[in-house]
């Protein structure tokens, strides 16, 4: 079974920037999307950024421009570089990794992190 534990979050002034891991356990053969959402103070959860391998990345329009992610299979992990961070880029940030299947993707998802910016 695969665990994710993300890392990385705290609190941030305006203009800053932080990145986020994601380091998953067990085996992610076959796991062909990763990515990135968050929930806002308040909101649902929404997605930031999604690799979905052979085929494309995506990003929020948000995000785009600011924040990067990125992979490395050797170490079994994921990233997300956010630079230029805003206080509306204040969530708890969220991994995931899905495995699409007859009738749709299953995802699994890490705990959390809490990304804060502030003055």
């Known amino acids: 079974q695969v665990h994710l534990v993300e890392s990385g979050g705290g609190l941030v002034h305006p203009g800053g920037s932080l990145r986020l891991s994601c380091a998953a356990s067990g085996s992610t053969v076959g796991f062909n999307v990763m990515g990135w959402y968050r929930r806002p103070p308040g909101k649902q959860r929404e997605l930031v950024a999604l690799?979905?391998?052979?085929?494309?990345?995506n990003y929020a329009n948000s995000v785009k421009g600011r924040f990067t992610i990125s992979r490395d299979d050797a170490k079994n992990s994921l990233y997300l570089q956010m630079n230029s961070l805003k206080p509306e880029d204040t969530a708890v940030y969220y991994c995931?990794?899905?495995?699409?299947?007859?009738?749709?993707?299953?995802?699994?998802w890490g705990q959390g992190t809490q990304v804060t910016v502030s003055s």
């Open positions: 690799l979905t391998t052979g085929i494309s990345t």
């Open positions: 995931t990794v899905g495995k699409t299947v007859a009738g749709g993707t299953n995802y699994l």
